[in-house]
C-alpha cells in the first residue's frame, strides 16, 4: 500500500501564493506517476499536473500554467503544488493522486492512492 499527506492549505486573500505538499510513504516503488488535482464543491475532480518519476517529466494543465507549479525532492518522497496570484475560483479541496502502470494519465480514475486532501479557500 502507498499513503498520500496533503499539507499546506489555507485562507488566502486573491493574490496570495500558496505551496501545498504531497508526501509519499510505503510500498512507492511501483508508483509511476503522482498528480495534483483539486475538486470543488459540486464539481468533479479536475487534473492540474503530474509527475513521471522515471523520467522525472513534469506536466502542468494548460489552463494553470504559468499560475501553479510542479516541484519535488527527487527522492520520489515529496511533491510541491506552487500556486500564485490565487484567484476565488481556485477554492477547493486539493489532493494528490499517485497511479501504477506505464501511461501518464490526466483521468483522476486512474489513479489508485489518493491523499485525504487539503482545503484552499481564495476570498475575495
Known amino acids: 500500500q502507498v499513503q498520500l499527506a496533503e499539507s499546506g492549505g489555507g485562507r488566502v486573500q486573491a493574490g496570495a501564493s500558496l505551496t501545498l505538499a504531497c508526501t509519499m510513504s510505503?510500498?512507492?516503488?511501483?508508483?509511476?506517476?503522482t498528480g495534483w488535482f483539486r475538486q470543488a464543491p459540486g464539481k468533479e475532480r479536475e487534473f492540474l499536473g503530474r509527475?513521471?518519476?522515471?523520467?522525472?517529466?513534469?506536466y502542468v494543465a494548460d489552463f494553470v500554467r504559468g499560475r501553479f507549479m510542479i516541484s519535488t525532492d527527487n527522492a520520489k518522497n515529496t511533491l510541491s503544488l506552487h500556486m500564485n496570484d490565487l484567484e476565488p475560483g481556485d477554492t477547493a479541496t486539493y489532493y494528490c493522486g499517485a497511479k501504477r502502470g506505464r501511461n501518464a494519465s490526466d483521468n483522476p480514475d486512474n489513479y489508485a492512492f489518493w491523499g485525504q486532501g487539503t482545503q484552499v479557500t481564495v476570498s475575495s
Open positions: 509527475i513521471a518519476w522515471s523520467a522525472g517529466h513534469i
Open positions: 510505503g510500498r512507492a516503488s511501483d508508483i509511476t506517476s
